[in-house]
């Protein structure tokens, strides 16, 4: 795992797909603790799954929001 993000809290909006996921995964991956957030409750357990599986990170939750 990469450590440039590490001791950075980052927030994604977006975070269950497309460009959002995958930011949100590269800076997982970089050692980032990262917020995402999503509107859906299925996909944002699902994206928070599959960052974890992807990264090895813990360091991942996501928020509920309709923006």
């Known amino acids: 795992m990469g450590e440039q993000m590490r ?3 980052v ?5 269950t ?4 996921y995958e930011t949100a995964k590269a800076l997982a991956a970089m050692g980032a ?7 859906n409750p299925e996909r944002c357990a699902a994206a928070d799954r599959d960052i974890r599986r ?3 990170s813990a360091q991942i939750e ?3 929001a309709d923006l």
Request: glycine letters at 28%.
């Open 62 to 64: 996501f928020l509920l």
């Open 33 to 39: 603790v990262v917020v995402g957030v999503g509107r």
């Open 54 to 56: 992807a990264t090895g």
């Open 17 to 20: 797909s497309g460009i959002g």
């Open 7 to 9: 001791g950075k809290v």
């Open 11 to 15: 927030l994604v909006t977006g975070a």
